[in-house]
Every structure is written in structure tokens, then in C-alpha cells.
């Protein structure tokens, strides 16, 4: 990204009246016999004519269309660190997003839990729709009780969450095998990871609504009708089936990236190490 900056000196120009002269903020008239004003009216002058002090004085200072270029200003990705990639940098997901945003995980209750503590870290209501409440208690009483950021509900029993820009939300549907339809779906700010513990029957109807789509160890029978699914290459539907725990493959379009989930101290204390099975 460039800028151009471009900073201006002020000059300051004094005027002259008939016979007397001018000090900025005052004007002169001709004629007058008035007594020249005292130091605190002048600076009183100059404040309203938006001078403000003076201060030093410089040269004018501009950047070549050469220079411009070196300007340059580094963003990283905004969003969740979901681990790191194969070159060992940070992986990041933008769950929060002005557009509704749907994400299928195909993999275990630690990973789901994981992306739902480090969401709610940045600041994100994590609403928990699951039909396994006791697997997800731990995590809101470490969390304050339901007051800082995460809730559980039943399936079918998740109230409208009222996201915004300043309160975006995440929707976790931890449902089984065959989620029902969710009361309340992907919109503005507001972002649904549905979890699918292996590969079921309602997956490619999910899969094709998604916008990311994450893969971990499956079985090689899986991995090919997935792969079918998702039009995968035949290294990646290979390599499935051996994927270690906590390694994820999210695939979004024609992008795929292999990602592993580094828990910190903290997290292993509350959800344990990396499993696929829970």
C-alpha cells in the first residue's frame, strides 16, 4: 500500500494599512490614533485567525513520484490465528465479516472449541447451539459463566443474536451427524461453523452452501467422496486419511492450506492436547 504525504508550510503574510502598521488578527485604519495592541492581544489575534502560535519555519516538503513508491505500510490478516501453516506462519481466518460468512468443519469437538475461545478473545459473542451442553460447560464457567462472551443452547433454541459491527457474533452449530436447519443463519457480522464429526449424508448439501470448509482426519473411503465432492486433488484425498491430530486442510474455492492448531498453555489446561477423536 502507498501514501503520499504531502506537508505545507504556513507562510504568513502582514499588511499594511494607510500609514500604520498591521499586526496578524488586527487591521489598521487609517487615521486611527489607537495604541498599538499589548502582546496578550496579539496573541489573542492570532488565535482567531487560526495562526495559532508561531512556530518555526520551513521549506516546503514534497515526495517524487520515486519516493512515493518506498512509502509503504505492512497489514496483516484481521481475524482468528487458527494455527500455522506448512511454512510455520500464522495462519488467520476472518470470521468477522460484514457479508454472511458459512463454515463447514468436518472434525473433532477440540478443534471447534479452540476456534470459539480464540473468537471470543477477539472480542466476538460465541452463541453455542448443541445437543452435548455438558461438553461445553467447562469452557463457559471458565469464561465467567456465560457472561463474557460464550453461551450454550439447545439445538433449535438459539435466539436472535442482534450482531454488529461493534458486536460481531459467531453461531457454533455442534449438532450431530444431521443438523437441522438453524433458526438463525449466516448474516452481517455474524458468521455459522457448523461441525460434522465425520462425513455424513447431509455433508455435500452443507459443503455446497459454505464458504470455507474444513477437513481433518477422515477415512480413505471418505476422502474419496469427498474428494468427488469438492473436486480435491488426488495428493490432497491421499493424504487425509493420515493427517495428525490438530492438522486441518481448509479449502475455500480453488485455495487449500494445510494448517496445524498449536494449543497455548492455557487452552491445554482448559480443552486438553489435540485429538480428533473426543
Do not use: K
Amino acid at each position: 500500500m502507498s501514501s503520499r504525504s504531502t506537508v505545507n508550510a504556513v507562510n504568513t503574510t502582514t499588511a499594511q494599512g494607510a500609514g500604520s502598521p498591521a499586526v496578524a488578527g488586527f487591521r489598521a485604519t487609517a487615521g486611527s490614533s489607537a495604541a498599538p495592541p499589548s502582546a496578550a492581544g496579539r496573541v489573542r489575534g492570532r488565535l482567531r485567525s487560526g495562526l495559532g502560535l508561531i512556530g518555526p519555519r520551513h521549506a516546503r516538503h514534497a515526495l517524487s513520484a520515486e519516493q512515493v513508491d518506498a512509502l509503504t505500510l505492512p497489514i496483516g490478516d484481521d481475524g482468528v490465528v487458527v494455527g500455522v501453516d506448512t511454512e510455520g506462519q500464522p495462519a488467520v481466518l476472518g470470521l468477522n465479516r460484514p457479508t454472511p460468512y458459512d463454515v463447514v468443519l468436518i472434525g473433532s469437538l477440540w478443534t471447534a472449541q479452540v476456534l470459539a475461545l480464540r473468537a471470543a478473545a477477539t472480542g466476538a459473542r460465541v452463541a453455542v447451539e448443541t445437543g452435548r451442553a455438558p461438553a461445553w460447560m467447562q469452557m463457559v464457567h471458565a469464561m465467567g459463566g456465560g457472561q463474557n462472551g460464550l453461551a450454550v443452547y439447545e439445538v433449535g433454541r438459539v435466539p436472535p443474536q442482534g450482531a454488529s459491527a461493534g458486536t460481531p457474533v459467531l453461531v457454533v452449530r455442534d449438532c450431530g451427524m444431521r443438523p437441522p436447519r438453524g433458526r438463525v443463519v449466516s448474516g452481517p457480522w455474524q458468521s455459522v461453523v457448523t461441525l460434522l464429526p465425520y462425513l455424513s449424508p447431509v455433508a455435500p448439501r452443507l459443503i455446497r452452501q459454505a464458504r470455507l470448509v474444513g477437513v481433518q482426519r477422515i477415512s480413505p473411503d471418505e476422502a474419496a467422496e469427498l474428494g468427488r465432492t469438492m473436486a480435491l486433488p488426488r495428493a490432497d484425498i491421499e493424504s487425509l486419511p493420515t493427517l495428525p491430530d490438530g492438522v486441518t486442510l481448509w479449502c475455500a474455492d480453488r485455495d487449500r492450506q494445510y494448517v496445524m492448531t498449536q494449543p497455548t498453555d492455557a487452552e491445554i489446561g482448559l480443552l486438553g492436547t489435540p485429538r480428533r477423536m473426543d
